[in-house]
């Protein structure tokens, strides 16, 4: 059974960057489409960006467009966010999810297999 621990979390000054990691164990990351997901307080959980099991399809949202990057590292059976020129708005819980399909859905319905999440905090 495939299961995912999300760490790199923390807190971070407008403007910084952090770097999100994504490990599997029980199954191999790359039978899987891979998205990341935030949830704010009071606030439902919202797609961030997500990476196709063929490579084809690579998507954000809008609000990271330009700053975030999702890359797959296979040997490490890891899944990574990059995360630059962070804002306030940014703060959230960040959650990596599997789905065993190749391509992406913005939808959190659509993926079957969560991590715990990681707080990610900016803040001056």
């Known amino acids: 059974q495939l299961q995912l621990v999300e760490s790199g979390g923390g807190l971070v000054q407008p403007g910084g960057s952090l770097r999100l990691s994504c490990a599997a164990s029980?199954?191999?990351?790359?039978?899987?489409?891979i998205g990341w997901f935030r949830q704010a307080p009071g606030k439902e959980r919202e797609g961030v960006s997500c990476l196709s099991t063929s490579g084809r399809s690579t998507t954000y949202a809008d609000a990271v467009e330009g700053r975030f990057t999702i890359s797959r590292d296979s040997a490490k059976n890891t899944v990574s966010l990059q995360m630059n020129t962070l804002k306030p708005e940014d703060t959230a819980v960040y959650f990596c999810?599997?789905?065993?399909?190749?391509?992406?859905?913005?939808?959190?319905?659509?993926?079957?297999?969560w991590g715990q999440g990681t707080q990610v905090t900016v803040s001056s």
């Open positions: 999810a599997a789905r065993q399909y190749i391509g992406c859905s913005p939808s959190a319905l659509a993926y079957n297999d």
């Open positions: 029980g199954d191999n990351l790359d039978y899987y489409t």
